[in-house]
Structure formats: C-alpha cells, structure tokens
C-alpha cells in the first residue's frame, strides 16, 4: 500500500500477492555475535543488528543510476578509487563504463543516508550500503539495510498512513517474520522491492510505520517452535485461506481458513491477493475496533506464538 493510499482503487492497484515456492539456500540474515561459551563478555553484549540485502529498481532494469548525499557526505568507492560526495554532488554510474562494483556508504564504510534515482523515472532515499554492479544488460543495484529499517519501509509501503498502530504492529511482525527466515527468493539479492516479495518505500523514521517496528522490535511468528515467513494479503473477502487439501506443499505453517468479519461486512466477494493469513483490510477493521496486535495475529496465524529473534 502507498503510504496515502485510501480508495479501494488504490488497494487494488499494489495487491501484495507473494509466490509460495521456497528454495533452499542461505540465510538472508548477516551478522550475528559468536555465542561460544569462551567469548562470555561478548555474548552479554547486545546482539549485532542484523541485515537484510534488497535488490532496488530491478523492474527497470536501469542502465544508468545516480547516488547523492542526503544530510551527510557520502562515499562511493570503485576499485581503489575513493570519491567523497557532499552537498548535492551527484556520482553517475553507466553500464557501458563499468568494469567493477560501486559501493556507497559513510566515510566508515557503515550506513548512510543516500538518494538513489534512474533519470527521469524514479527517485529514492534509502538508508544502508548500496552495491552496484554490471549485470546482463541492467545494473543491479543492492542495499543493504537493517532488518528493522526494512520493516518499517515495508510497513509504510503496505499499509494506509492512517492506519491504527495495532493494525500497523500486526504488519511489522508478519513482515519482519518473513525477512527474518524466507530463504533467498532472488538469485541476485534475496528480497526484492517490489510486492514479489514485499513492497518497500523509503526509510520511514518518525512515522506510525517507525513506530510499529520499534514496539515489536525482535518479534517473530513461530509455528511449532519454529519461526516462519508469514504471508498475508490485502483483502481476504471473508474469510482467508488453507493450504491444506489445495495441493499446495506445506513446508512449514499450514495456514488455516478463518473468518473476517470486517471483509464479510464491507467487501464480501471481493479477493485482492492469495488470502494467506493475516488480511491487511481486516486487520485495520479490528485496530478500529480495539483489537491489539496479538489478538490480530491469533486471529490470522491461529496456533501461532510470538517469540523474541534473539
Ligand atoms: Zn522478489
Ligand atoms: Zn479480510
């Protein structure tokens, strides 16, 4: 969902309708502290943010990018070259003239605040790392960025502006679910940003999207005692689907068909996406109601737990 979207035309335009094939491979997941018994002084310390790699504007198969500052100086290195961008310094990148990645980062090689565009066609702030490099006749372009940054970008994409928070924290946890234990669904990058995987728009700080993240912060789904990406979808029409007896493979949580009292009342009939657990349009109609989070969860993911990442 845009950010402003309202209308049902809107709903319907940005379906969040994920592909169910899982294959096997790597962890998206970075870093995380070593927990061997000896390194007791380090295992007391906070775990290391983890991170999520997103493939941007990979629908525009761009060949030409520009990567400017936002606030900070910025650092694109290319081979041993070191440039330093400031102000509204812009680096282009060509695929016709690049041999080797391009990173950016801050001048310590961490996150940074930095514009990315394809002239004339879309243009994005992004907080992370970014690494382009040449690819069959397109850059692709990679950010890395904190699990929870991601989270609330995909909460602020997916669902109204208006939203109630507890509508908004129900959708940070099936999202961070699903960016924490999806295998790779990209051979280039593991998500992408578009509804393929989960729609992503820009960092949202000092948002209710923000806000969401922060108070389920670590919060994952587990489905017998184990962790799952949790699909969900944006209207469910009533009553939300199984994947049991449909001969779809059940490889982790089965999903069960529950009612939907807010899509039985104001859309009955009307599907946009594969009914899979939680209904975003339903969640928003229990948040009005004074549901909490947890009970849109349970109502959505029944047999499901909640359980802390680390
Ligand atoms: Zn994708
Ligand atoms: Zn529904």
Known sequence: MRPHAQSSSEWGRLVTCRGLAIRPGRLPIGRRLPTCPTL???????????KVDIGVFS???????????????????????????????????RLAQLS?????????????????????????????????????????????MD??????????????????????KAQAVA????????????????????????????PARGTTAHRAAQETRNLLLEYAGKPFPAQYSAVCGG????????GEPITGYPYYSVPCDYCRR????????HQLGLCQSG????????????????RYYPGTHLQPSN
């Open 100 to 144: 080797s990645a391009v990173h950016v980062s801050s001048r310590d090689g961490s996150a940074t605040d930095f514009r990315l565009s394809i002239p004339g066609k879309i243009d994005r702030k992004f907080n992370g790392t970014l690494a382009i490099r040449p690819g069959d006749h397109k850059l692709i372009a990679v950010v890395t």
């Open 239 to 246: 009553r939300t689907r199984s994947l049991e007896g449909e």
């Open 266 to 273: 104001h859309s009955p009939g009307v599907v946009q996406g």
């Open 59 to 93: 629908l525009f198969r761009p060949i030409e990018l520009r990567v400017s500052p936002v606030s900070n100086t910025v650092l694109v290195t290319v081979g041993d070259q070191r440039i330093v961008l400031e102000g509204h310094q812009v680096f282009t990148i």
């Open 40 to 50: 007791l002084l380090l295992c007391c310390l906070p775990a290391a943010a983890q």
């Open 175 to 202: 999202t961070r679910s699903y960016f924490a234990v999806s295998p790779p669904r990209h051979d280039e990058y593991t998500f992408c940003d578009t509804t393929h995987c989960q729609f992503l728009r820009e």
């Open 283 to 298: 969640a928003i109609g229990m948040a009005a109601s004074g549901a909490t989070f947890r009970a849109i969860l349970d």
């Open 147 to 168: 699990l929870e940054i991601a989270v609330a970008s995909v909460v602020a994409a997916e669902m109204p502006v208006r939203a109630p928070i507890e509508a908004l």
